[in-house]
């Protein structure tokens, strides 16, 4: 498969939001869109996992378990997930000049996978085989701890807290290590304007950059 390019259209950006669970991507990312829409840009909303039927199953494992699969089968997932949101939603919104968003992408891979024993390094190499790299991606850093009451207050879910924060102590490690030229890191225990003004002043530059 050749590598997808997007630098069709002069306003076509391509912007990822990452970090472990609870730091708050889902609400920067549609806070984001919402103020590029107001200042006249077209703007997309996306997330990974996706809606197809990669993506679906990928989330029936999530609650069914992850021990029914290896962490390679996992990783095989994800990536036929992002080749189809890639093809499908990335690149058309791009060629048409559409400012595309993403909550999570492939560095969410290289963390979880990577936390779950493969190497990081693989994980990045495949991907960049298959995905378009985004012009910006902002990393929400928070501390592990904070993650399990975040989480619990936003989907009422408490269980296996503690399993819970070990495995993302070792994500946030992976995202920590990462130091890929296009990943801006923000910390992401301040309110949500407060982030939310951060990261557009970072996308503020981007859109600036002829």
């Given at each position: ?75 095989e997932l994800f990536l036929e997930d992002r080749k189809q949101d890639v093809a499908e939603n990335i690149l058309p ?82 995202f920590d290590a990462m130091t890929y030229p296009e990943i801006r890191r923000i910390e992401g225990a301040g309110s ?19």
């Amino acid at each position: 498969m050749a590598k997808p390019q997007h630098k069709n259209q002069i306003n076509a950006r391509f912007i990822a939001i990452e970090g472990i669970d609870g730091a708050g991507k889902t609400t920067q990312a549609k806070m984001l869109c919402d103020a590029l829409r107001r200042d006249g840009f077209k703007a997309l909303y996306l997330k990974e996992p996706t809606d197809g039927p990669y993506g679906r199953q990928i989330r029936a494992l999530a609650q069914e378990g992850r021990d029914r699969i290896t962490p390679m089968q996992e990783f095989e997932l994800f990536l036929e997930d992002r080749k189809q949101d890639v093809a499908e939603n990335i690149l058309p919104a791009l060629q048409s000049g559409t400012i595309v968003v993403i909550d999570r992408y492939f560095y969410s891979s290289i963390a979880y996978q990577g936390a779950l024993g493969l190497d990081p390094e693989f994980i990045n190499a495949e991907n960049r085989k298959i995905a378009i790299t985004p012009d910006l991606v902002i990393y929400l850093s928070i501390p592990a701890d904070y993650a399990p009451s975040r989480i619990e207050k936003s989907r009422g879910d408490s269980s296996n807290l503690f399993e819970k924060l070990e495995y993302l102590k070792k994500v946030k490690a992976n995202f920590d290590a990462m130091t890929y030229p296009e990943i801006r890191r923000i910390e992401g225990a301040g309110s949500v304007e407060e982030v939310h003004q951060k990261i557009y002043s970072h996308v503020r530059g981007l859109l600036e950059k002829k």
